[in-house]
């Protein structure tokens, strides 16, 4: 029996509604849903190709009648193509990095920012947060769902936030102490990284007031969560979620931190293989697939997240009876999540084409030597355009490197590389060399 | 009077120097003079060979990355203030440098022979020749290497 790293109260009765009582609820919200987005002319044509109706859906695994939403679907979609309510009703609109520069927009009714926040407050209070806490949010603030998401969630528990925002770390380092905030938010590798300009400026671990962290945004480990903690001296939660079926308070972990405890009574959650689209057998990875089941601005319909991850039945000691998810092992597609920031290989691919004289070769070579990532861009430069001048090749370099930031938002190193250099294999080229997931680089 | 020059993409990564090098070697190719010019992220080798043209197709093959410009080769008294008397006649001509470097082959005790990239080489040839400056064209520069 493992057990709790802390003692924390349930924030709301729903979490621990038992099996059968979930699954009827879960079934009536079902059909609710696939109601709602009848309305919705994307879904009236999906939901007519697959046979589907609202009234054929009676019990929770009826979902599997049910046609699968993609990114591609919603990027089709854009700006706001989904919307299954008037656009007077909105409340706020939230976005996600696209593949081609434009974000994929996601929008929400007032009633659906009060699930949103309460689903956050849920996982924090279950992490340990407190109405007397003092919060400090190092996730940005804008169109990405992470700082506000979790600002009125900590509002929701009724502690008090100090939205910090990204950058200045030594700034953050500063407000962290002066202001005495217990808890942190952000993402795990940026909470690595206030961890070592805290110590470059001669903080040890527990000299900070922070006592706990509650992280997510990412993908990241077990030996990471230990050096979070060793280095800041605080019990560290890892939660999830996406823009495209809420933002974080999807899942989040409980005390005994043996998975993220799914919000059942909001999502339904499948576990698919991502080729046959099969489900898998509980404790196998695959491709986790959410349906929300109370979203009103935006209802999505077995949204393939391409996150894998493994599914957890097993009770759990702490009460709740959500099933939990494992922490996200990869992807099923080759997106990257580079500082916080999804990149997609074709957005280098669309940077390079805006600029004249490389060839659309390239690799993209992530690792994260100390706390953050980084990213090297190798491009394979075109024979007939190099001319024997520093110059030109100093101009090719700059301006890729600016291309790329426009596209993707994050700055990469560049790297020309002569011709025919990268390795090509038959069929699909190798874009993408990933060392983090190999090791400690 | 212009000189052929071979302009070598190289990355800036162990080995990139000596494959070149060694193309060149194993097709008995001589190196006549050179020069590297760098940044963190690329260098450029430029390289006077004899057989420039033989020199271009084999490197090709290699898979390097080459360009062929053209320098005008210029013979510098070997004495205090020789170079900026002949930087003088540039000016006074109006010839703009993009780089240069001293040339390996030269007569020693005379002057130093150094490499000129220029922006309109047939025109700055005309231009220098006028002015004084001593042109050194292939046959003799190779003939002293």
Request: charged letters at 25%; hydrophobic letters at 40%; aromatic letters at 6%.
């Amino acid at each position: 029996m493992p057990t709790p790293v802390l003692e924390s109260p349930i924030h709301d009765p729903a979490e621990t509604l038992p099996v059968p009582e979930r699954r009827a609820l879960q079934a009536h919200r079902l059909q609710e849903t696939v109601r709602r987005a009848s309305a919705v002319p994307f879904y009236r044509d999906a939901l007519g190709r697959a046979g589907a109706t609202a009234e054929a859906v009676r019990s929770v695994d009826d979902v599997r009648r049910l046609p699968f939403t993609t990114k591609d679907d919603l990027r089709e979609e854009y700006p706001l193509g989904l919307l299954a309510v008037p656009r007077g009703e909105l409340a706020r609109v939230h976005g996600s990095s696209g593949t081609t520069g434009k974000p994929t927009f996601v929008a929400y009714t007032r009633r659906d920012l009060e699930t949103w926040s309460g689903l956050v407050a849920r996982f924090l209070v279950a992490g340990g947060l407190r109405p007397d806490h003092l919060v400090h949010v190092a996730f940005g603030y804008g169109l990405f769902t992470g700082g506000f998401g979790l600002h009125y969630g900590i509002e929701r528990v009724g502690a008090a936030v100090v939205p910090a925002a990204g950058g200045n770390t030594p700034r953050q380092v500063m407000l962290i102490r002066d202001l005495g905030a217990e808890v942190l938010v952000c993402t795990p590798s940026y909470a690595l990284h206030i961890a070592e300009v805290a110590a470059a400026e001669g903080f040890r671990p527990g000299d900070l007031p922070l006592r706990l962290g509650h992280f997510g945004g990412e993908p990241w480990t077990e030996e990471m969560r230990a050096a979070i903690e060793d280095a800041l001296g605080i019990r560290a939660f890892n939660n999830y979620g996406l823009s495209e079926v809420i933002g974080p308070g999807v899942s989040g972990e409980c005390p005994y931190r043996t998975g993220m405890h799914v919000q059942e009574d909001h999502f339904l959650v499948e576990c698919v293989d991502p080729d046959t689209l099969a489900h898998v057998p509980d404790g196998e990875v695959g491709e986790l697939v959410f349906t929300t089941l109370t979203k009103e601005a935006m209802p999505v319909l077995r949204y393939r997240t391409r996150d894998l991850a493994a599914l957890d039945r097993s009770p759990c000691p702490c009460g709740r009876t959500g099933v939990r998810m494992s922490r996200v092992v990869g992807r099923s597609d080759d997106m990257l999540i580079i500082r916080g920031v999804n990149v997609f290989p074709s957005q280098i691919e669309e940077a390079l084409l805006r600029v004249e004289g490389t060839a659309p070769h390239y690799l993209i070579e992530v690792s994260r030597p100390g706390s953050l990532d980084e990213a090297v861009v190798k491009v394979e430069m075109r024979p007939s355009d190099f001319r024997d001048e520093m110059r030109q090749l100093q101009e090719l370099h700059d301006r890729i490197d600016r291309e790329i930031h426009a596209v993707t938002g994050v700055r990469m190193a560049v790297e020309l590389v002569a011709p025919n250099t990268l390795e090509r294999s038959a069929g699909k080229a190798k874009r993408v060399l990933d060392h983090r997931r190999t090791g400690r680089s | 009077m212009k000189i052929r020059q071979l302009s070598l993409f190289l990355e800036n990564r162990p080995g990139q120097l000596r494959f070149p090098c060694k193309v060149l070697g194993d097709a008995g190719i001589d190196i006549v003079t050179m020069s590297l010019a760098d940044t963190a992220q690329f260098g450029i080798l430029r390289l006077v060979v004899k057989e420039w043209e033989r020199a271009k197709a084999v490197l090709d093959a290699a898979g390097v990355v080459v360009n062929v410009t053209e320098v005008l080769a210029v013979d510098v008294p070997d004495r205090p203030g020789g170079l900026a008397a002949v930087l003088d006649a540039f000016e006074q001509a109006g010839v703009g440098v993009e780089y240069m470097y001293a040339s390996a082959a030269r007569e020693r005790g005379l002057h130093a022979t150094l490499l000129f990239r220029l922006e309109d080489p047939d025109r700055a040839a005309k231009l220098l020749e006028a002015a004084g400056v001593k042109l050194v064209g292939p046959d003799e520069l190779f003939a002293r290497s």
